[in-house]
């Protein structure tokens, strides 16, 4: 009796891998990018109406947002379409409006994410808010499909928005101000993010070896405000400037070039200094 009584209250066995706990990575995603996610969505509605008043069909701004997912590139694609411009100039642009795509796959954790499909859809759904969201300090533990989940509610955040806007864009009345104000805001909330993380990391590493490194953690970290070169937020608002009052016409496009060209040098002259300091 002991033995049947010790089988039957044997516990059932595991379920296989993967078939709970999607569930439970798809509502964190969720919940982790819902703050992000809030902030597409009054940008998406803007795009939206933006793409109707300026004469296209409100599935050209669900398209747009499903394939193209370019965030900033598809306000300056409008403009590109209604003036009919080249494939080779839009395919120009496209190139140094995402140019710095490049540089968020050195950091962006894709060796946590499995399969090539998946994969795949990671490298496709990088945006600047995912990035953010992947890189911060929280994110370190996330696993694969958590972060594919995050890219994947961004992106319908995106798109649905965009479909919400193009479809309601003429009953959206033009008195409305603030919405183009969307972006700005959600970019000042994610630096505002990265640099409290930032700072909390080096706190903890100088309470790690206060008496070991206290000098030289002090030292580099006077080195990076003396040398790093412009703040980026200075740099952005000046090659915003100059590109306004240069060419007024193509300002985004200018001003992405400039910011771009302005990291770059400033990246290649605090390499060239850090020896020296060394």
Known sequence: MRI???VAAAPPPPSAPGTSRAPSHARAAFRDSLSVGMAFVPLGLAFGALAVRSGLDW???SLSAAIAFGGSFEFLLIGLVIAVTPLASIAVAAFMVNLRHVFYALSFPLHRVPGRLGKAYATFALCDEAYALTSAEKARSWPGPHILWTQFFLHAYWAGSATVGAL???LIPQSVTGLDFALPALFTVL???ALRDRDLRHRRGLRGDLWDGLWDRLWDRLWDRLWGGLPTPLLALTS????RAVFPDQMLLVAFALFTAGLLVRHLMTTAQGPNHA
């Not at 915003?240 to 590109?243: E, G, K």
Request: aromatic fraction near 18%; charged fraction near 10%.
């Open 4 to 6: 049947r009584s010790s």
């Open 59 to 61: 599935w050209w701004a």
């Open 168 to 170: 309601l864009g003429t």
């Open 191 to 193: 630096a505002l993010d």
């Open 240 to 243: 915003a400037f100059v590109a």
